[in-house]
């Protein structure tokens, strides 16, 4: 599994822009270039966007001298690293934590304590995703048969989290049982996380993958080629309205429309049990030159005017089940939701 991030007291960061033609490599020693870091989707996907934010918030108390004003100026920094990217909850519920590891611990400790105790949560919340994800996959698995077809969009692999990702580890939980999936991934325009991330991660995993344009899916579908599609989420509300890459919310119209089963695979952290519905979820909109330009050059008139939400919100009534490490949710989803966070 290649590693999305890494921490040797700075934040490394695989630079996902660059895959899967280059594997390099980025340090961050300064709360600024994390915060750059998650803008311009060096890291991406909704947990690596949480844990590097949690590191993030280790180098950010490193920057800040004053014990009086710490909290306040520790604030400060969390809000500034939140605004990055303002659709997956996982950030803010990253720097949540963080600020509250800060809080339970200003008083009793000296700097350097606090800066190692704030250190050990954010290691803890990197490997907490990881046994998270595992655990979605074991439970994703009981919902599949040998040689069975998912369709995926975007990425919500390994390299959206700090390992197994959420709705591809159903792929590395099988292979670790000796269980054939086949994949079919979608190419997810404008960013190709789909064609350039979702596509290298399974042919490194083996996984027997068939990439489609955006376009494609109601064909494949209409064909008989998928049994599920399994998508992650960057939120979820509290009555399951889930918000996830742009073009998920057709996909599971589509699915629908075939009666094929639509799963959300996320953790529990992803849920926004302050968002009542999909409405009040934010949804992030990105530059015009990503729809624009491929490869930074232009495909397009160079002015033409754009429309570029990153995410869309699927209706509850349109998914079949949320997985989670906790168990699988069917509807009703408000009931069942509050339910697995008691
Ligand atoms: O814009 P991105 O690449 O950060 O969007 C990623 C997604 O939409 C993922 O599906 C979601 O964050 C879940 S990742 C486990």
Not at 96 to 124: G, P
Not at 145 to 171: K, M, P, Q, R, W
Not at 199 to 225: H, P, Q, R, W
Not at 236 to 247: F, L, P
Request: with cysteine; net charge negative.
């Amino acid at each position: 599994m290649i590693e999305t991030l890494k921490w040797d007291g700075n934040l490394i960061l695989l630079d996902q822009r660059k895959l899967p033609q280059q594997i390099i490599y980025n340090t961050y020693e300064d709360t600024e270039g994390v915060y750059y870091s998650i803008k311009e989707m060096v890291v991406r996907g909704a947990p690596a966007i949480g844990v590097s934010a949690a590191y993030g918030m280790v180098i950010a108390a490193r920057e800040i001298f004053n014990k009086e004003e710490f909290i306040s100026q520790y604030i400060k920094k969390g809000d500034y690293l939140i605004s990055a990217r303002p659709t997956a909850v996982n950030l803010k519920w990253a720097v949540e934590r963080m600020i509250s590891c800060a809080k339970a611990n200003i008083t009793k400790s000296d700097r350097n304590t606090l800066i190692s105790k704030l250190e050990d949560k954010a290691k803890e919340i990197y490997q907490k995703d990881i046994d998270t994800n595992k655990a979605i996959g074991e439970n994703l698995l009981t919902l599949f048969n040998e040689n069975d077809t998912i369709l995926t969009h975007c990425n919500a692999g390994s390299l959206a989290t700090a390992g197994y990702g959420t709705a591809l580890s159903v792929f590395y939980v099988a292979k670790e049982k000796g269980i054939n999936l086949k994949a079919y991934a979608d190419e997810t325009r404008p960013r190709l996380q789909g064609a350039r991330l979702t596509a290298f991660e399974l042919e490194n995993l083996g996984v027997d993958t068939t990439l489609i344009c955006d376009n494609m899916a109601a064909v494949v579908m209409s064909k008989g080629k998928i049994d599920a599609v399994v998508v992650g989420a960057d939120r979820i509300a509290k009555n399951g309205d889930t918000a996830n890459k742009i073009g998920t919310y057709g996909l599971s119209i589509l699915a629908k429309n075939f009666n094929i089963p639509f799963y959300i695979a996320a953790p529990i952290s992803t849920i926004d049990f302050d968002s009542k519905s999909g409405d009040d979820i934010p949804i992030e909109e990105r530059d015009a030159n990503e729809v624009r330009k491929i490869n930074d050059k232009f495909i397009t008139p160079e002015n033409i005017g754009v429309y570029n939400p990153s995410f869309d919100v699927t209706p509850n009534e349109n998914i079949r089940a949320i997985v989670t490490e906790k168990g699988i949710v069917y509807p009703p989803f408000e009931q069942n939701l509050e339910e697995l966070n008691k």
